[in-house]
């Protein structure tokens, strides 16, 4: 007698969520729907994508790992705050990586890919005419990816995520001030060529000014922040009256 044939062992169908769930809590976070130390209500959020808690715990676990959250005994995760000098350290070392990832990314990039990058550019114009900050960051992280996708240096394209998603805590802060969207597709803009004309010392430039570019949009909203901060609130009426003598 014949017996049925073994079938492999299936994947538990929640697992297969994980991902999913993970790549919506970098959106909500990078995109400013979760601020640093806020609580991630798993219930709320199991409920908004029609699933169980379990997939959601999981993949608060893994952003864990990378250092999107941290966890507090019976509390569960929040949003991890980065300080200052992480974020300035995070833009220099972003800077070597593209310049990096530029410079071989010229030598051996594929029409596909250049195809692939001008659509994104396009986009990008599309969502600052909206203006939608949310779309165009969420593509702005795609250009860049596949930037580095195109180097085609498995290390490189090893570490980037690791590095990027700490960037999802605060990098959107300098897209906020007036006319940085269109700035920073300007710059995608002249990278684009620089890969096109498989220039490696440009796009290398050109890639390691752009990142800078970008910490230099932030330390600006930090100063910003500092201004607002120190700007003294309206008086009370009955303070600005003069006393009678």
Same mark, same amino acid.
């Given at each position: 007698?014949?017996? @049925?044939?073994?079938?492999? @062992?299936?994947?538990?169908?929640?697992?297969?969520?994980?991902?999913?769930?993970?790549?919506? $809590?970098?959106?909500?976070?990078?995109?400013?729907?979760?601020?640093?130390?806020?609580?991630?209500?798993?219930?709320?959020?199991?409920?908004?994508?029609? $699933?169980?808690?379990?997939?959601?715990?999981?993949?608060?676990?893994?952003?864990?790992?990378?250092?999107?959250?941290?966890?507090?005994? #019976?509390?569960?995760?929040?949003?991890?705050?980065?300080?200052? !000098?992480?974020?300035?350290?995070?833009?220099?070392?972003? =800077?070597?990586?593209?310049?990096?990832?530029?410079?071989? =990314? +010229?030598?051996?990039?594929?029409?596909?890919?250049?195809? +692939?990058?001008?659509?994104? $550019?396009?986009?990008?114009?599309?969502?600052?005419? +909206?203006?939608?900050?949310?779309?165009?960051?969420?593509?702005?992280?795609?250009?860049?990816?596949?930037?580095?996708?195109?180097?085609? #240096?498995? !290390?490189?394209?090893?570490?980037?995520?690791?590095?990027?998603?700490?960037?999802?805590?605060?990098?959107?802060?300098?897209?906020?001030? @007036?006319?940085?969207?269109?700035?920073?597709?300007?710059?995608?803009?002249?990278?684009?060529?620089?890969?096109?004309?498989?220039?490696?010392?440009? +796009?290398?430039?050109?890639?390691?000014?752009?990142?800078?570019?970008? !910490?230099?949009?932030?330390?600006?909203?930090?100063?910003?922040?500092?201004?607002?901060?120190?700007? *003294?609130?309206?008086?009370? *009426?009955?303070?600005?009256?003069? !006393?009678?003598?």
């Amino acid at each position: 007698m014949l017996r @049925p044939a073994a079938h492999p @062992p299936r994947t538990p169908r929640t697992a297969s969520f994980v991902p999913l769930i993970q790549r919506e $809590i970098e959106r909500m976070i990078g995109t400013g729907e979760l601020t640093g130390g806020t609580r991630i209500n798993e219930s709320t959020l199991a409920l908004r994508l029609g $699933i169980s808690r379990g997939p959601v715990r999981e993949a608060c676990r893994a952003l864990e790992q990378i250092g999107l959250l941290r966890s507090e005994l #019976n509390r569960g995760f929040f949003v991890r705050e980065v300080s200052t !000098k992480e974020a300035l350290d995070l833009y220099d070392i972003r =800077a070597g990586l593209f310049g990096t990832a530029g410079r071989l =990314a +010229a030598a051996i990039i594929t029409m596909v890919q250049l195809r +692939a990058m001008a659509e994104l $550019i396009e986009r990008m114009d599309a969502a600052i005419e +909206a203006p939608d900050i949310a779309t165009f960051y969420t593509l702005n992280n795609e250009f860049h990816r596949q930037v580095v996708l195109a180097s085609d #240096n498995d !290390k490189l394209i090893e570490l980037y995520p690791l590095l990027e998603a700490e960037l999802h805590l605060f990098r959107r802060r300098g897209l906020v001030l @007036p006319g940085s969207m269109r700035t920073s597709n300007d710059e995608h803009k002249a990278i684009f060529e620089a890969l096109r004309q498989s220039d490696g010392t440009g +796009a290398a430039r050109l890639l390691e000014r752009h990142i800078l570019a970008g !910490k230099a949009r932030f330390l600006r909203t930090l100063e910003d922040d500092s201004a607002t901060e120190a700007r *003294p609130g309206p008086l009370d *009426p009955r303070q600005s009256r003069p !006393k009678d003598r």
